[in-house]
Every structure is written in C-alpha cells, then in structure tokens.
C-alpha cells in the first residue's frame, strides 16, 4: 500500500513539475495548522482542570494560550489555503498548454486512439483533479503524524484507552478504505462510460444537420440509452459502497464510542482520571473520526487523481507516430516537392504504393480517384502528419522532414473541406496569419470575398459565431481561402474546397486557382469535372497506386476511371459521385 501511494505521488510530481519551494510551503503550512488544532483539545482540558482546582493564574494563562494556539492556527490555515491557489493554477496553466502543445504535433492516429469527448473530459476535469493533488499529500502525510501524535498523547494519559483507540484506529481504516477502493474502481468504470457518452453527444452536435435530414435521432438515442444503461450500472455500484462508507462504518464509531464512555466512566468512578481527562480523551476520540476520515478521503482523492494522471500520460506519452521536426529554417527554398518511391502502411493496411510524383513551381495539380483511393493520405504525408512507411518527400531536393517546424508550416498550407472559424471577428481569425489589415483585404480580394465582407454590419469586424454558423458554408470556405493566401505559403493544397460552395461561387474557383497559380504551387483534391480541366496535370490514383498521370486532353482519351469522373461516375464497384 505505502508503495503503491508512492509511484502515484512520484508520478504526479513528474507530471505536475511544480516548483519545490511552493511544494514545502504547502507541506509545512498543512504541518502547522494540523499541529496547532491538535493541541486545542489538549489546552481545552487544561482549563478545565485549572478551573476546577480554582487556579486562576493557570487558567488564564491557559486561555491566552488557546487565544495564541487558535491565531496561529488560522495563520497557518490561510497560508496553506494562499499556496493551494498558486498550486492548482500553476499546475492548471501548465498541464493545459502541454496538452493542447501536444495534440498540435500528433499524428492522425492520435483521435483513433484517445477519443474527443475523452479528451474534452481530460482538459475539462482531470486537469482540474491534478491541480488538486498536491494538497491531497499534504492533507495525506499530516493526517498520518495527527492521527500518531493523538495516540501518543493518548498512551502517556492512560495506556488501556491508547490501545483502545488504536484498535479502533485499525479496523475503522481498514473497513473504510476497502470501500474507497471500490468506489475509485467503479468511479473509473464511470468515467469511460462518461468519455464514451461526451464523444457521441460532440459528434451529435457536430452533425445536426445530417441528423434531422435523415432523421437519425432515434437511433442515435438508443445508442445514448446503452451507454447511459452501463453508466448507470457502474455509478449505481459506486453509490453503494459510497453509502457503505457514509453510513454503515459508522456503526463502527458509535459501538466504540459506547464501549469508550463505559470505560471512562468506570475509570473515573475508582479515580484513576478525573473529568479534564475525560473531556480531553472524548475531544480526541472525536477529532481521531475527523483525523482518519479526512486520511481515507485524501488516499481515495489520490487514487482518483492517479486516474486522471494516467489520462493525461496517456496524451503526453503518445508517441507512436510522432513526428521530429528538422532544424533547416530558412524560407529561401525553390524547386519541385517530389514523392519519390512513397509507400504507407497503417497496421497491415496499405495505404500507398510506390507513388512517384515531380510537382514543379507553379504548376497546378489534380489528384482525382475513387473514395478511398489515398487522394487524402497523399496530402497527410505532405502536410507531415505521417511520416511514410518507405521513400521520401523532398522540396528542393530537400527532405520535407529536415525543414524546422515553424519554417515548413509557412511553406505549406492547406484549405480544407470542411474549414474551422473561430468564434470572433473575421478580422481576428485572419489576424492569428496576418494582422496587417492591408494584407487582409489584399487577400479577400484574390478569394473573392471582400466585397462581401463589406456588406455585413461591422465589416471586417462582424463576430462570427461558432464555426461560422451565421454564414454560409460557401462565404466560410471563402475565408478560410483568403487566410490560406495571408500565410504567404508557396504551396497550397486545396482539398475539395468546392463541396461547400453553392454553383455561381464554385464557378469561381477555376479563375481563383489560375490567379493563385503565379504565385503559388497547387495541388487540389477534387471531384468537379471543371476543375480537374483546370488543373495542369491530373493525377489519376486507384487503390493507392498511381494509374496515369497526364492532361485533362491525353486523359480523357485513355484512361477509363478518368472518363467517369468526368461522367460523375466511378467504376460499378463504387456506384454514383455524391454531386454535392
């Protein structure tokens, strides 16, 4: 038991990386003011023992004693409270930017594997329980020297009722933290259940839409039902040992309490003690339930803490396809990205084989395909978030992977399907590329979006709501454009940035992509007929190879899967293109 607290303290500390000073104030002051309320009883009953002697000398200084015990006592309390603070938001602050530091250098295995609604519990709560750790030592170690030193104050009072108390002491321990354990073991059968229950409400509220076109909702509830049905189960379970620990230990204190006034009295009726004995022994039969219960709730707070410790090394530690940046960082780079020999494979599936593909300085490139033909997979080794399973992916004859991270993310930027805005102005989402307002219009004006940015209310300076929720889809993709053009990368990947669009806007595109093409290298992911007739060389993938590469003109002429993407159809395996 005193190892298994040990790797969960040894663990926090790790995790945590709070500074020492600030752990030892906070353990000294916990030490302080649990010492000083230990010594109240005592002084209590030295007044009454005083006072009915009729010492009044000694009762006063007994009292101003307990003033002084008392003040010190709160001193103490306060400090500890004072540090508590700097310790949970310390602790707080640091633990959430290495978290979100994390998810932004992660592969896209990473959401497989740990679960959005997982991770919203993770920042939401679990942090919030670390910061509350250190505190749970301290209470930990303190209630253990309080609960000793009432035991010893005890013996050299009466050695019979020393033991009496220790043999309480023992078994009210023992039975209470068995029902704490069980508690933290179904509390974690809980917390799945929750995680599971957070990531189908996100995607719920995520897909809205979708669900009242298809009229999802009841079958989404029963799902939410199953997972509210094991919820239930588990906290169900964890209720009951919480009232066995609320409730039947009690039994415990009061059979030994009787037993201990009996004894007491019996004590007192031969004279062996007097009243002031009494009172102090009571008080301290009293404050050893406090002592001890305040010990088994920190032992189970850190159990439960030690779960949230584990959640978060979970994110920490996720490693299995991290990927290093290099140290190169300058921008003055020129020349083609060329896939030479590119494979991937995920687990036993694979993704890529033997892509070879030259794209050249302002060149535009279409990568068309069936679903599921790595079109995607291509642009996630681009992008760096795989690192491929065999050959490489050079930018000047450079590997992609030797580029600085920062360096690399102003090279390459991506637009993607379905883009994220955040929940502030237009000005202040483009401003997180560029703050420049000049260099903001200059950009909207290339996307085509300026104008109607000038419509709207506040213009530049019109608070969007969540996601951009009170424009369209097509203005959203449009913005999300003219931040892609603000970053001033030279290569730009469009994926599929016309399914958003309504027709005369995507009609657009086309004009847009021959007006990026002179500063620009793009390469897009498309299914729109007119803009693979845009592209200047079209990429045809099937089954993650490359089946021909050529013009919209040599293409249409010899390549079968080319002519129904044209036709908006796929091979009879696949059936119809969503036109969108």
């Known amino acids: 038991m005193i190892r298994e607290y040990y790797e969960f303290i040894k663990d926090y500390l790790k995790l945590a990386e709070l500074k020492t000073k600030y752990i030892v104030i906070n353990i000294l002051s916990a030490f302080f003011y649990k010492g000083f309320s230990i010594l109240l009883p005592l002084i209590g009953s030295l007044i009454i023992k005083y006072l009915t002697q009729n010492d009044a000398k000694m009762t006063y200084i007994c009292l101003g004693a307990f003033f002084v015990v008392y003040v010190l006592y709160n001193i103490s309390l306060y400090i500890n409270y004072k540090i508590y603070g700097f310790n949970m938001n310390f602790c707080y602050d640091r633990l959430t930017k290495k978290v979100l530091y994390k998810l932004v250098s992660v592969d896209n295995n990473f959401t497989r594997l740990i679960s959005k609604g997982r991770l919203m519990n993770s920042i939401n709560s679990d942090i919030t329980d670390i910061g509350d750790m250190n505190d749970r030592i301290s209470e930990l170690l303190m209630g253990i020297i309080q609960i000793v030193a009432v035991l010893i104050i005890v013996a050299t009072v009466n050695i019979y009722l020393s033991f009496m108390l220790i043999l309480f002491s023992v078994i009210y321990i023992v039975v209470r933290n068995n029902a704490d354990r069980k508690i933290n073991y179904y509390h974690n059968k809980v917390k799945v259940q929750d995680d599971k229950y957070s990531t189908l409400l996100t995607q719920i509220i995520s897909g809205l839409q979708e669900i009242k076109t298809f009229n999802m909702l009841s079958k989404l509830i029963n799902k939410l039902n199953i997972i509210q049905k094991n919820f239930t189960k588990n906290y169900g379970t964890k209720r009951e040992y919480y ?95 060329e896939l030479k020999g590119v494979s991937l494979k995920l687990k036993r599936d694979v993704i890529l084989e033997n892509i070879n593909l030259k794209i050249d300085t302002n060149e535009v490139v279409a990568i068309v395909g069936e679903t599921g033909s790595g079109k995607t997979m291509i642009f996630n080794l681009i992008l760096r978030l795989f690192k491929p399973t065999s050959g490489k992916i050079t930018l000047g004859n450079t590997n992609i992977f030797d580029f600085s991270k920062d360096i690399y993310s102003n090279i390459v930027s991506v637009v993607n399907q379905k883009p994220f805005i955040f929940n502030m102005s237009i000005r202040k989402n483009l401003d997180f590329v560029d703050a420049n307002i000049e260099h903001q219009i200059s950009a909207c004006k290339k996307a085509g979006i300026h104008d109607f940015i000038q419509t709207l209310p506040n213009g530049y300076n019109t608070v969007l709501r969540e996601n951009g929720s009170n424009i369209s889809g097509g203005q959203k993709q449009m913005i999300s454009i003219a931040r892609t053009i603000l970053s001033e990368a030279e290569i730009l990947l469009l994926d599929d940035i016309t399914t958003a669009l309504d027709p005369d806007t995507a009609k657009l595109v086309p004009k847009l992509i021959n007006n990026l093409k002179k500063d620009h290298t793009i390469i897009m992911i498309t299914k729109k007929p007119d803009l693979m007739r845009s592209a200047d060389r079209i990429v045809v993938l099937d089954s993650g190879r490359i089946n021909d590469v050529g013009t919209h003109k040599e293409l249409i002429e010899r390549n079968e899967i080319y002519q129904m993407l044209q036709a908006r159809k796929s091979p009879s395996r696949i059936g119809v293109f969503n036109n969108d």
């Open 243 to 337: 009232t066995i620990r609320e409730n039947d230990v009690k039994i415990i204190i009061y059979i030994f309490r009787f037993l201990l006034y009996i004894l007491l009295i019996n004590l007192v009726s031969v004279g062996k003690i007097d009243v002031s004995i009494l009172v102090l022994i009571v008080s301290y039969h009293e404050y050893l339930v406090i002592y001890i219960n305040d010990l088994i709730k920190s032992t189970s707070a850190i159990r439960e803490v030690n779960t949230a410790v584990i959640r978060i090394n979970d994110i920490l530690n996720y490693n299995s396809q991290e990927i290093k940046f290099g140290t190169i960082d300058t921008k003055d780079i020129y020349g083609a990205i």
